[in-house]
């Protein structure tokens, strides 16, 4: 395997799908998004909802979130829990809430069943100095009757809840129904632009020492690959994966047919067919 | 594992589709494109070819206007210089003329006239049309006349002279006479109607009408035929231009003495320039010699005054 083909799978792999916090890029938006999340979260809210488009990078911001306070926890004084995929059965979601919030010690009084009641004896019986927070990522999978019993014990004021949703017409419905009166504060996370697509990719290459590849990313070809993912980022980095892994097949096999001072629209569009964004 | 075989197959196959509707958009465009040039050019060419009768009659016409305006100031005494001259100048434009329209008709109707070195290809016959497009000769016919057209005017009156001083019957002093009833101020007055109204369709009559008896006149002055002036005689006294009708019939009764019709016009003429004496004196003569009841009936209607 040739340099310049290792140096592409290297590529590729910075491209590899994930919500590790520690691969959160500081773009411009994203950033102001996050200082929002975090002075709704100081403000004494029962609910803050974060939502948009699939690929908008909600979970990205609720995982930088939690690994941010988490550090922070004693300092601060703030529990903060994160729980990235829905629990369909509520007493199994109530059980772990007071597992993660209390102490086996604490826990001993109560009975075998957990629900909605129990937990909020709980709080009030060993309160927090501040309310724990806690971070549902996919919201809009819950029931809408587990949402129901979500709102009631945020009204508590005992601990506080921030939740995202995709924006559907279901999240619109849950929006109406159950939380229009009791969420204080709603952020809305916009598709990418090109331009902070680019910057996005770039930085992220830059910051795995990839200067030579980043520096291939134009405008004009970053506003291709926009094109194709609809500014989405699990799109984006579907697509760069992809892309990066043929680059580097003809870096191997056939050296001739690519340029390595940009990138080509030719393979962006192969990168693209093969994720399925483009139908030929 | 990428299969890059394939995915280049597919992104050719994906490139084709989306250059698709490009594709039909140019042809469309090259298609309509193409219908508009084939439109315009086989439109144009007959165009062309109108244009080119048109400018001919158009110089026919000039031409003929001035001839005919030579016989409207036939009287007048200030015009009695250079007539040699501009009879040859329109002589040689006449001929020039129908050179021209010969060629034109020779291109208009080309699959008609078979020669015999030359193939039957379409491709000779549309040479012909373009030379006919803008020749050089076309334009300067076509201003000439205008230019001319004072000399024109000066030079036509003794060209009428000569009818007169063949005439045997009225006398010079009578001749001038007439002359003060009939010119410039008529003329003038009749110029003036013309530029007046050149708006009115009536107008346009006119002129058609004119431009039609002055090819007769021309055809009358080539064949020098009887008919011909007595249609011209008759043509004017209908139009109450009395004495050119009087010049006409008076030249037909000498082309032709038995033509019943041009004496009742030439006397009529006369009356109707005031000359009744003569007019009855000479009506008198023709119906002794001859069995006509026209002349009879004018007779007594001109001594009895009915005459209208």
């Known amino acids: ?280 | 594992m990428l299969n890059i075989e394939l995915l280049e197959k597919r992104q050719k196959k994906y490139q084709f589709r989306k250059k698709i509707p490009y594709i039909i958009g140019f042809s469309t465009l090259l298609l309509i494109l193409i219908l508009v040039l084939l439109y315009l050019f086989l439109n144009t060419e007959p165009l062309e070819r109108k244009n080119t009768k048109q400018v001919l009659s158009s110089l026919e016409t000039t031409l003929l206007n001035s001839a005919q305006v030579k016989n409207v100031i036939v009287d007048n005494p200030l015009t009695k210089i250079k007539k040699a001259k501009t009879t040859k100048k329109i002589e040689e434009k006449k001929i020039e003329i129908q050179k021209y329209i010969a060629v034109e008709e020779e291109s208009t109707v080309p699959n008609v006239i078979p020669k015999k070195n030359i193939s039957p290809k379409p491709t000779v016959l549309e040479v012909t049309p373009i030379k006919l497009v803008s020749p050089s000769k076309l334009t300067v016919q076509y201003f000439e006349p205008s230019f001319n057209f004072l000399n024109h005017l000066k030079n036509l009156k003794n060209e009428t002279k000569v009818l007169k001083n063949n005439e045997s019957i009225p006398s010079i002093s009578q001749l001038t006479v007439t002359t003060k009833i009939d010119k410039p101020k008529s003329l003038v007055q009749k110029t003036s109607v013309v530029s007046a109204t050149s708006k009115n369709g009536m107008i346009i009559n006119k002129k058609r009408d004119k431009q039609d008896i002055s090819k007769i006149i021309e055809r009358f002055k080539e064949d020098k035929n009887p008919k011909l002036s007595l249609f011209i005689a008759k043509h004017y006294y209908t139009n109450k231009e009395y004495y050119r009708a009087y010049n006409y019939a008076l030249t037909t009764n000498k082309l032709n003495p038995n033509l019943e019709d041009s004496w009742i016009i030439f006397v009529k003429s006369l009356y109707k320039l005031d000359q009744v004496d003569r007019a009855i004196s000479t009506l008198q003569t023709y119906t002794k010699h001859s069995d006509s009841q026209k002349a009879e009936i004018l007779l007594i209607q001109f001594k009895e005054g009915k005459f209208e």
Not at chain 1, 6 to 27: G, P, V, W
Not at chain 1, 228 to 241: A, D, M, W
């Open chain 1, 1 to 280: 395997m040739t340099n310049k083909s290792s140096d592409y799978l290297e590529a590729a792999d910075i491209f590899i799908d994930n919500i590790d916090a520690k691969s959160f890029i500081q773009r411009e938006q994203l950033v102001s998004y996050y200082s929002a999340l975090l002075q709704a979260i100081q403000k004494p809210l029962k609910l803050i909802l974060l939502y948009g488009k699939p690929g908008t990078g909600k979970s990205m911001l609720l995982n930088k979130l939690f690994n941010d306070i988490s550090i922070k926890s004693s300092e601060i004084q703030q529990k903060i829990l994160l729980y990235p995929t829905p629990m369909l059965d509520e007493e199994e979601f109530f059980l772990s809430l007071a597992e993660d919030l209390f102490s086996k010690e604490e826990l001993r009084s109560q009975s075998s069943n957990y629900n909605i009641k129990t937990i909020k004896f709980l709080l009030e019986t060993y309160p927090f100095e501040k309310p724990p927070v806690i971070l549902l990522d996919e919201a809009q999978l819950y029931s809408t009757i587990f949402m129901e019993k979500i709102r009631l014990l945020s009204d508590s004021r005992l601990i506080k809840f921030v939740i995202t949703l995709h924006k559907t017409d279901q999240e619109d419905l849950i929006v109406k129904e159950h939380f229009k009166t009791r969420i204080w504060e709603s952020i809305e996370l916009e598709s990418i632009n090109v331009t902070e697509l680019q910057s996005y990719i770039q930085k992220k290459l830059m910051y795995h020492n990839s200067i030579d590849i980043a520096n291939m990313f134009s405008k004009q070809s970053v506003s291709i690959i926009h094109q194709y993912s609809h500014g989405n980022y699990r799109n984006s980095n579907k697509l760069l994966y992809t892309l990066f892994n043929i680059y580097a097949y003809y870096a191997q096999h056939q050296p001739k047919k690519i340029n390595s001072s940009f990138i080509s629209k030719s393979i962006i569009e192969m990168a693209a067919i093969h994720v399925g964004l483009i139908n030929a």
